[in-house]
């Protein structure tokens, strides 16, 4: 079921002011008079203030300092409010991903049961075992290993030779007739 327009900026809207509301929660739980205290407290214990307004870069840096300090109490909000949106980002893919491992392990079992059923011939060429069941599973393993046609002894022998020109083409010899250049 695809989701209306509305219902998309719905969502967006909510997941937007969700964010917010993290953002203001882990703001207003670090916005407090007694963490303000506390910076200005090591401030002027290390006689760093001169009770001016010139002193609040040096509280901001002591401030901020002290920011490091909740950083695993941040990481806890974060993660308890965004932990279920992450996995989903995170895992996207995977279950077309497996379903293509599956394949593949299948398509690789066939070939390795195609290539026990085939037996080599002069020339590197293949020919189809008798015992051979599977249309399907020959036309995989064919597509796997890049084979056109698998065929018999006599359907080699009955194939016309080919010559090579000078620049590697393949051209086709009949019996009785010459090669053609083209």
């Known amino acids: 079921m695809e989701l209306s327009d509305y219902s998309k900026i719905h969502q967006i809207y909510h997941r937007e002011v969700h964010r917010k509301d993290i953002i203001m929660e882990i ?27 010139k002193d609040i870069g040096i509280l901001m840096r002591e401030l901020n300092k002290d920011f490091e300090e909740h950083v695993d109490e941040i990481k806890n909000l974060l993660y308890a409010n965004y932990r279920k949106e992450i996995l989903r980002v995170a895992n996207r893919g995977f279950a077309e991903w497996y379903k293509a491992k599956l394949f593949m392990n299948q398509v690789m079992e066939v070939a390795r049961d195609t290539l026990d059923q085939v037996e080599p011939i002069e020339g590197g060429s293949i020919i189809r075992s008798a015992d051979y069941q599977s249309n399907v599973a020959q ?11 698998l ?32």
């Open 27 to 53: 703001g207003d739980k670090l916005s407090t008079p007694a963490r303000f205290e506390k910076a200005v407290q090591h401030a002027r214990d290390e006689g760093l203030l001169v009770d001016e307004p």
């Open 139 to 149: 036309e995989e393993a064919m597509k796997l290993l890049n084979i056109e046609k």
């Open 151 to 182: 065929e018999t002894k006599d359907e080699q022998e009955d194939k016309p030779e080919a010559d090579q020109d000078s620049q590697g083409n393949v051209q086709q010899v009949s019996e009785g007739s010459e090669s053609i250049e083209g």
